[in-house]
């Protein structure tokens, strides 16, 4: 994991857990964001845009593919920053 | 208790409820004006993050149209991905002109000079594409012998053969003779 993800994991969750509107303790590293906390792809884009804002990233609209659980998440926001830096 | 001790005792209870509400109201004000901001402050951010969702439903839109209306993980992931043929598409790793086959595996039992028993390093193909060795240098050019002298060209003796079976030569009657 990037040193700045493993950093912030816990603001990410949080930001995570904002956007689909779950409470942070229902949310697990490997849990589905859409078959076990019932998201969909349009909370999908407004997850990666809201990581594209707070971390002043880009990513690629075709990583939704892997947007889908917190795991993802901190992978691509970790390559996002290494493409950055 | 006189009338005047439970007028006094009235009013004091109206001043308590007054407070008590201009309490509750202050109370009510200020977190209304809490709530108030802070549904500001998420309706700002919340400006520039539909603003980057509208991007994404955009480009998403422009790849599916791209890919002729599919919606699929691969149209979706190469943006800009012009078809092409030739080698470009080919694995780079991959020299198409230095193919070589896989290696045999080694045949037990095989008798020497036996089929099979040619290792892949002798095989004429290994041989000529070993690199080869410099070219010995040139040794310097022996003097020219004297040139003989010509021989003077005699013409063939003529043949006149009429054969009536041998029809190769049977060209004297056409020589107008």
Redo the contacts between chains.
């Keep these: 994991m990037n040193a700045q993800v493993a950093e912030r994991a816990d603001e990410i969750k949080a930001l995570v857990c904002r956007v689909l509107e779950v409470d942070e303790d229902q949310v697990g590293p490997r849990d589905s964001f859409l078959d076990d906390l019932g998201a969909d792809s349009?909370k999908l884009?407004?997850l990666?845009?809201?990581l594209?804002?707070e971390f002043d990233v880009e990513v690629?609209?075709?990583e939704?593919?892997r947007l889908v659980d917190l795991d993802g998440v901190y992978a691509v926001l970790g390559e996002a920053l290494d493409r950055r830096d | 208790m006189g009338a005047f001790d439970r007028a006094a005792a009235a009013r004091a209870k109206m001043a308590q409820v007054q407070r008590e509400m201009a309490e509750r109201r202050s109370l009510r004000d200020r977190n209304f004006r809490q709530k108030r901001e802070q549904a500001l402050d998420a309706f700002k951010?919340q400006g520039?993050?539909?603003e980057?969702?509208a991007k994404?439903?955009g480009?998403?839109g422009r790849?599916r149209k791209q890919a002729g209306g599919w919606a699929t993980?691969k149209t979706?992931?190469d943006?800009d991905f012009v078809m092409g043929f030739g080698l470009a598409d080919e694995d780079p790793s991959k020299d198409p002109y230095n193919f070589r086959a896989a290696p045999r595996p080694a045949a037990a039992g095989t008798a020497p000079g036996g089929i099979g028993s040619l290792d892949e390093d002798e095989s004429p193909l290994a041989r000529s594409s070993a690199p080869m060795p410099p070219p010995a240098p040139e040794a310097p050019p022996a003097p020219e012998p004297p040139a003989p002298p010509r021989a003077k060209r005699r013409p063939a003796p003529r043949t006149e053969i009429d054969d009536d079976d041998d029809f190769s030569n049977q060209s004297t009657w056409m020589q107008n003779r």
């Design positions: 349009m884009i407004e990666l845009a809201n594209e804002i690629d609209p075709a939704f593919a | 951010k520039p993050v539909m980057q969702v994404h439903l480009e998403l790849r993980q979706e992931q943006k």
